[in-house]
């Protein structure tokens, strides 16, 4: 669970980088099918729990203005 901003900075980072690896993944031909369809569950899968982490820790957070 997220602490404070600096570690939700630091997840947001991690989320970009993670789904710039999926669109890399996505777009590869030519390797193994099978291979590559765990990559991309696996990514997906990583993806999501840091966006439910960086949802939980907004949704904790007093309104700012």
Do not use: C, W
């Amino acid at each position: 669970m997220l602490q404070n901003d600096r570690q939700l900075a630091n997840t947001r980072d991690k989320l970009r980088l993670l789904e710039e690896s999926y669109e890399e993944v996505h777009q590869e031909t030519g390797e193994d099918e099978e291979l590559r369809a765990a990559e991309l569950e696996s990514l997906k899968r990583f993806i999501n729990q840091l966006k439910e982490e960086i949802a939980r820790y907004e949704a904790h957070q007093p309104a700012r203005r």
